[in-house]
């Protein structure tokens, strides 16, 4: 019972640390405005970021209509190697837009902009991550229900056992 005690403690301690954690990171992040120049009918993929799974906010300004796509890692792939068009959110002939989408897992995301105008475009870009990050939140809830239950059986169990003798 001793060693069921100590992993329930384990955990419990394991659980509470990664939900502190999670709460502490669970602030808005800003990612630094973005400013491109886009020349007529061109393709502009951002570099790829590591984003976890969290609500975005995208702001985008443009003097003309510009079409907007938020590529997943497997998107990111096919446009690179192939350039075949595989996105997880598509904005068509937006001049100013403000969108807030859910990312469901954590990895790698990239956002690709298309100019299909005559016009060389201005471009402004601001992402904001916020909400908790629902993996590490499931996992630190997980843990700290885990070592409750581990606390909780190590301190039943001896009663159990001492009665059925």
């Known amino acids: 019972m001793r060693k069921l005690l100590r992993l329930g403690v384990i955990f419990l ?12 990171r669970g602030s808005p ?21 590591l984003w976890m799974p969290r609500s975005i906010k995208l702001s985008l300004f ?15 792939n096919a446009w690179c190697e192939e350039k075949r068009l595989t ?17 469901n897992e954590r990895g790698k995301y990239a956002i690709l902009i298309h100019n299909p105008s005559d016009l060389h475009l ?3 870009i601001s992402i904001t991550l916020y909400m908790l990050e629902k993996d ?8 700290t229900t885990m070592g409750i239950i581990a606390i909780i059986t190590s301190k039943i169990l001896p009663r159990y056992a001492t009665r059925g003798m």
């Open 13 to 24: 301690v394991i659980g509470l640390s990664l939900l502190l954690t999670t709460a502490l």
């Open 87 to 103: 996105s997880i959110f598509t904005l068509n002939g937006v001049k100013q837009s403000t969108l807030e989408l859910q990312l």
């Open 29 to 49: 992040i800003y990612i630094q405005p973005i400013k491109l120049t886009i020349t007529p009918h061109e393709w502009v993929m951002l570099n790829p970021q």
């Open 122 to 124: 201005d471009v402004y």
């Open 62 to 76: 443009s003097i003309s209509e510009i079409d907007v796509y938020i590529l997943d890692e497997y998107g990111i």
């Open 136 to 143: 590490l939140l499931s996992a630190s809830i997980a843990l």
